[in-house]
């Protein structure tokens, strides 16, 4: 009786089991085979780092040795889990301030990933999240999330400021609304979308949070080319 009960159930568990194998088979043929099928062709680090310009207003940024596009390099286990199109790495200044930011680009969800998570895993405490807004060219204004930062063993704290902007242009400061329109745009148009993650933090020491939205302000209104001619 028990043989004759299991059997049934063993092969219901095959059939299962061939089922999600399909699929997955499926889903990786799709992905291996994407740009040919939709015409798509995935941006690379070097056409992100072409996009962002060297001057923001009076700010420029310092050049490292190994790579003069950038000012320092990600390291490899930030690439292997985002998988991004690219990351780009500059720190700006005009003598007086100086923000470090960074812009990682990427075709699906994952690589935009959550920066407060991040920057608990770098050891920061986070003290404040604040919503605050930015202005851009014409009179329009963005809001984007900043943070408060504090290392455990340090009493003063440091300002950091991030932003996504999805598929359709829009700017998102939480992750489930970028996620959302990750969604409805490959929805849509039945190929990849881009997407693109902006993160600063101020190394100017008590210059001020005003100065600091005015520069985030103008450095999103100058990267705005990064969704022309995709």
């Known amino acids: 009786m028990t043989a004759h009960v299991d059997r049934p159930r063993s092969r219901g568990l095959r059939i299962r089991a061939l089922v999600l194998i399909a699929v997955l088979l499926a889903t990786g043929l799709a992905t291996a085979f994407r740009s040919s099928v939709t015409g798509y062709t995935r ?23 190994d790579n003069p596009r950038q000012s320092y390099k990600m390291d490899a286990d930030t690439y292997r889990i985002l998988d991004p199109c690219g990351i780009v790495a500059r720190t700006y200044t005009n ?32 003290v404040d999240r604040e ?14 999330a900043t943070l408060k930062l504090r290392r455990p063993d340090d009493a003063g704290s440091v300002t950091a400021a991030f932003v996504f902007q999805g ?46 939205l005015a520069f985030i302000g103008e450095y999103l209104a100058r990267a705005s080319s990064l969704r022309e001619g995709r």
């Open 43 to 65: 941006p690379t680090e070097r056409w992100l780092e072409d996009q962002i310009p060297a001057r923001i207003g009076d700010f420029t940024f310092i050049p490292s040795d």
């Open 95 to 126: 003598g007086r301030e100086r923000y470090d930011t960074v812009v990682i680009m990427g075709d699906h969800p994952d690589s935009m990933h959550d920066p407060e998570w991040c920057f608990t895993g770098q050891g920061w405490e986070i």
């Open 131 to 144: 919503p605050a807004r930015v202005q851009l060219d014409g009179g329009k204004s963005v809001e984007i």
């Open 167 to 212: 598929p359709s242009g829009a700017y998102y400061h939480e992750h489930p609304q970028l996620w959302f329109d990750f969604m409805r745009a490959e929805l849509l148009s039945g190929r990849p979308q881009l997407a693109t993650f902006y993160r600063f933090i101020d190394e100017s020491h008590g210059v001020g949070e005003r100065q600091m």
